[in-house]
Every structure is written in C-alpha cells, then in structure tokens.
C-alpha cells in the first residue's frame, strides 16, 4: 500500500474520531460495548475500514468496538439493523452512498438518508470503468472514439 494512501487513512480516521469525541467526553458515554455494522462481508473495503476504525475508537473511547458484518441487499440489511437499533449511539453504521442514498431511491429499501444522523465523513471512494489489460484501449478518449475495443 502507499505511503499516502497509509497517511490519508490514518488523516480520515482521525477526523472521525475527533467527530466522536464529544461523547467521548460525556461520563456515561460509553458504558457498553459498540457495535459497528459493516453492511458488507468480511474483506469488502467498508470492512476493512470498519475494523480500523473500530481499533481506534477502541482505543480512544476506552470500551471495545465490535464490527458487525450484515451483507446483502446492496448494504440495505445491515442499514435496517441500525434504524432499528434504539437511539443510544451503541450502534453505529459505516455507510456509503450505496445504502443511504441510491438504495433507498431505487429499492423499496424501508428508510431514508433521514432515518440516520451523520457523525463523521471517515473515508473517500473512488469507481473506476475499466477493460480487459489485453485490449488496445488506453484511454476515456480513445474508448470514446470507440478505438482499442476491437
């Protein structure tokens, strides 16, 4: 992994744990342990983000972090598993745009962007079209033109 890719992480993690820090703050906050719902399976990106957060906020807020894999249904089974959670900040959900927003536009995915409050932006995402290594295609211009794919 690059070095800034390493130092980028380590920025963001730390913006969503200083987010978090006035309830790290309050005497009662936590008394439990956290669960961490990662609406993926184990080894998808939001996870891995998920349990190096989890480490971190462990560490900080002085209580253990469970990451709570719930994949399925493009991230929607694990955002229901937080909606209904009680209120109480005990569970927690490293969403993406997928789930809290496309999904709820596009499925009949049972909540809405509003059914969640937002703690902290902890990491950026990136899409990428890509083509077989072994064509001629070398660019967006040159695919474009509809050169390379032949």
Do not use: W
Not at 45 to 63: F, I, N, S, W, Y
Not at 103 to 121: E, M, Q, R
């Amino acid at each position: 992994m690059h070095r800034t890719t390493l130092q980028r992480r380590r920025l963001l993690i730390g913006l969503a744990i200083a987010a978090l820090a006035p309830a790290a703050l309050s005497q009662t906050y936590p008394d439990k342990p956290i669960t961490l719902v990662a609406p993926y399976p184990p080894g998808a990106a939001v996870d891995r983000m998920g349990r190096a957060l989890a480490l971190e906020l462990a560490k900080r807020l002085g209580k253990s972090v469970i990451v709570e894999n719930i994949g399925g249904a493009s991230g929607t089974i694990g955002a229901m598993r937080v909606k209904r959670s009680p209120p109480d900040g005990y569970t927690l959900l490293l969403g993406s745009v997928n789930e809290l927003l496309v999904a709820p536009a596009v499925f009949k995915s049972g909540y809405s962007f509003k059914d969640f409050t937002p703690i902290a932006k902890s990491a950026l995402n990136s899409t990428l079209l890509v083509a077989n290594g072994r064509n001629d295609c070398r660019n967006r211009r040159h695919f474009a033109d509809g050169q390379g794919l032949r």
